[in-house]
């Protein structure tokens, strides 16, 4: 494709944002072409842009990191830039190599996203440097063409084999809502979430346990999802439509389990996005509930400390609580009264200070709106 304007670049500069975003349910299933319903956070990358005219080089700084990373048309090729700053350069590259003349820039970056929690503070990033330069450079590209190029640039420069939840999220959603995404047609619906004026609130409990997808689990479960699609003649397991005759099937016990989680989490995004159009909300705690147990029995990416988060809110009496993100780490939410949110915090520290973990943080999270110019 080649790129074109839909005006002049601005020399002006400006701040652009974009959110972390919160999977309310539906973990593993977006690279299946299944179901999500995810939504975005307040909590935000920020990233202030001023164009360097004439030059093709491309200057960043972190307020988490130190020094100053640069790089220039040489470095546009998959592991030509390296740690946090390769988020940056992927996205430079995914328009570039889209046919896309993207002119030098100087960016500053800042961001209240927990890093490793599975908030998705990478395609907060991405999606927030992706905003930057399409504004700033006149750049015509749609906004819901926007979450490809940015999955382009984690899948194909980072080389993280995510779907393309995390930049639909952090680039579509809108405040009060959760988004239903079809990861297959990427058709979605802004299904609203009046969680204050329910009386209830969705509690993060941030483990302190950070994982790293890139290497290891996260791919080799991708694979093995793909491996038994192949074995049942399917696209993607989105298309299993008779789950006993498919695990009958299958010998691999481990296949046999990964299969079962994508299958039925499928269901769960399905049935939770039917009870948040009827507004009845608490109505999706025990599918959140039971997305934990498969998340951690059949797809085996939970730990210690995840579950014992989700075992103290729901005995503290969260109407239902899971892992969200990744796995091996990160986030637990519960779906609790807004006016308990304090009392499960407390609880879940009290718990892990007797078990000699981490202290975790804990947050209320609100929907919040997708990718934005702030000046």
């Given amino acids: 494709m080649t790129g074109t304007r839909a005006g002049p670049p601005s020399m002006a500069g400006g701040i652009w944002a974009a959110p972390g975003r919160l999977n309310l349910i539906g973990e593993h299933t977006d690279y299946n072409d299944g179901f999500v319903l995810p939504f975005a956070l307040a909590q935000c990358t920020t990233v202030t842009m ?139 619906e802004h299904i609203p979430c009046d969680l204050r004026a329910a009386g209830l609130a969705i509690l993060v409990i941030d483990s302190r346990v950070r994982h790293q997808h890139v290497d290891n689990e996260y791919a080799a479960r991708r694979r093995s999802c793909e491996q038994a699609a192949e074995l049942l003649g399917v696209v993607a397991l989105r298309d299993v439509d008779d789950l006993e005759a498919a695990m009958s099937k299958l010998r691999d016990p481990v296949m046999r389990r990964r299969v079962r989680h994508v299958v039925t989490e499928n269901a769960r995004v399905l049935d939770a996005s039917d009870r948040l159009r009827a507004h009845r909300i608490t109505e999706i705690g025990p599918l959140l509930t039971a997305s934990h147990a498969s998340l951690r029995d059949d797809y085996e990416v939970s730990v210690a400390e995840i579950d014992l988060a989700v075992a103290v809110a729901l005995d503290q009496g969260a109407y239902g609580a899971r892992m969200t993100g990744g796995g091996f780490g990160g986030c637990v939410l519960a779906l609790v009264d807004a006016s308990m949110a304090t009392e499960v915090s407390s609880a879940v520290a009290d718990a892990f200070r007797r078990q000699g973990y981490a202290n975790p943080a804990t947050f209320v999270a609100t929907p919040s709106a997708g990718a934005h110019r702030l000046s």
């Avoid at 190599?97 to 929690?117: E, R």
Wanted: proline residues 5%.
């Fill in 50 to 188: 001023r164009p360097l005219p004439g030059v093709r080089r491309w200057s960043v700084s972190s307020t988490r990191c130190d020094g100053r990373v640069e790089f220039t048309l040489a470095d546009l090729r998959p592991g030509g830039v390296t740690g946090w700053a390769a988020y940056v350069a992927g996205v430079v590259w995914a328009l570039t190599d889209a046919g896309y003349d993207v002119p030098g820039a100087d960016l500053a970056i800042d961001s209240d996203v927990p890093l490793g929690a599975g908030l998705s503070s990478s395609a907060a990033l991405e999606c927030a440097v992706l905003s930057a330069l399409c504004d700033l450079d006149g750049l015509d590209i749609a906004v819901s063409e926007r979450p490809k190029l940015a999955q382009r640039a984690e899948n194909d420069y980072v080389g993280m084999p995510c779907g393309v939840m995390d930049q639909t999220a952090s680039t579509l959603c809108r405040e009060g809502h959760v988004l239903f995404l079809d990861c297959r047609s990427l058709a979605i």
